[in-house]
């Protein structure tokens, strides 16, 4: 597509179950993010993915966060026994190859999640 | 730690005016910055970059400038429009993109 896809946008989960949250990045970008964003706060780096090197998840908040990018491409954000604290919106962005372009980063609308 | 913040959440500007909005780093390393503009209920978009070469960018309304010496970045908008309403992050580039804070540009009518 001409941006970056996320699904879904909006998820409405009871505390204590998983969630799954999907990324699909733009198509050559090679770098993609995870951040986090509280009602009325910043961006919070969550994980970073660089083509085949071993992900960057210094940002993930507890061991009941991870992800995975599956053939370079698409994303997931998986969210065991969620919290409340959990709720937010999930942001995923890609840029191109790191180097060219200024890493310029391009951001989907992101997920929102609420946890009852 | 190293961080990057930003002065003021809320700025409050009438329309028409120039609005500049600052970002303080700390990190000395840092090569490249970037401006985002968050519009209610959407993801950040970009808006302009630069590099730590340069100390002035200019784009469409826009310019931002950068000086080292103090690890001071600001944007400024010329005539500020209704829609320049929004929120507005500087991001510095270690290894990451790292986001600060934010500030809420609220325009006067």
């Known amino acids: 597509g001409a941006g970056v896809s996320q699904s879904p946008s909006n998820k409405v989960t009871e505390k204590g179950k998983d969630v799954e949250l999907r990324c699909d990045p733009i198509s050559g970008h090679t770098a993609l993010y995870w951040y986090r964003q509280s009602l009325g706060q910043g961006l919070e780096f969550l994980i970073y993915f660089q083509g085949n090197s071993a992900p960057d998840k210094s940002g993930l908040p507890s061991d009941r966060f991870s992800a995975e990018r599956t053939g370079g491409s698409v994303s997931t954000l998986t969210i065991q026994r969620t919290q409340q604290e959990d709720s937010a919106v999930y942001l995923c962005?890609?840029?191109?190859?790191?180097?060219?372009?200024?890493?310029?980063?391009?951001f989907g609308e992101g997920s929102w999640l609420t946890v009852v | 730690g190293e961080s990057v913040g930003l002065h003021l959440p809320t700025l409050s500007v009438q329309e028409g005016d120039n609005s500049i909005i600052n970002c303080a780093y700390s990190?000395?390393?840092?090569?490249?910055f970037i401006w985002y503009k968050q519009e209610s209920g959407k993801g950040p978009q970009f808006i302009i970059d630069i590099r730590s070469n340069m100390d002035k960018r200019q784009g469409q309304r826009v310019t931002v400038l950068l000086n080292k010496t103090v690890k001071h970045l600001s944007l400024q908008i010329a005539a500020t429009q209704p829609g320049d309403s929004a929120v507005y992050f500087c991001a510095e580039d270690r290894d990451k993109i790292i986001f600060g804070k934010g500030t809420r540009l609220h325009i006067l009518p």
């Open positions: 990190n000395s390393a840092s090569d490249y």
């Open positions: 962005a890609s840029s191109a190859v790191r180097g060219l372009q200024g890493n310029t980063i391009y």
